[in-house]
């Protein structure tokens, strides 16, 4: 079903429930893969997955339209891994250096994200990236967003963007030469 459907039949009580559903079943895979290659464990993108589609559900009615509706979830995915990212590293009072530590051995210890080990050591250069450049490279390497619709996403210029991400790969390479 197209978003512009589900918008419509979101909109009218009797259908509600059935159109937030399906909005759920279309996005939640996406949603929860965008958030688990952030945050890393699994209990923890899986909470905020439901946490994003919560905010969903409250705000839809809500929603203008002028963005395309997996923006504006991918948006609200976002922001919430940023805020668990960054309220984890004020609730324990712990250097980037020790979060990006835990980060690794969930990694390490994930058969979901582990992989082989060219894979394994990809994520572990990842990992080493500031958060914001951590999103960036994700969105453009891993789910292959134009760098268009990661600007409506993230509310930054494509030019910023583009900047981020090259950074960003320069950063893997430098670690990954390393290592």
Known sequence: MEDK????????????NMAF???????QEKVYWHIRKMVIDHDDADD???DV???????????RQDAQLYTWIYRIA???CLSFLSS??????LPLHDITAELTEKVEASPDLAGDEVQLKLQKAILQLPDKQRLVFNMKYFEDLKYEEMSEIL???????KASYHIAVKKI???LKRD
Do not use: C
């Open 5 to 16: 459907d589900l918008l419509e039949k979101f909109a009218q009580p009797e259908s509600r």
């Open 53 to 63: 589609f919560l905010k969903v559900w409250k705000n839809l009615e809500n929603f």
């Open 88 to 93: 984890k590293k004020r609730k324990f009072f």
């Open 48 to 50: 905020l997955t439901q």
């Open 173 to 175: 390479e430098e670690f």
């Open 155 to 161: 509310g930054t210029s494509v030019g910023a963007l």
């Open 78 to 80: 976002t922001n919430e």
């Open 21 to 27: 559903n399906q909005l759920v079943r279309k996005y």
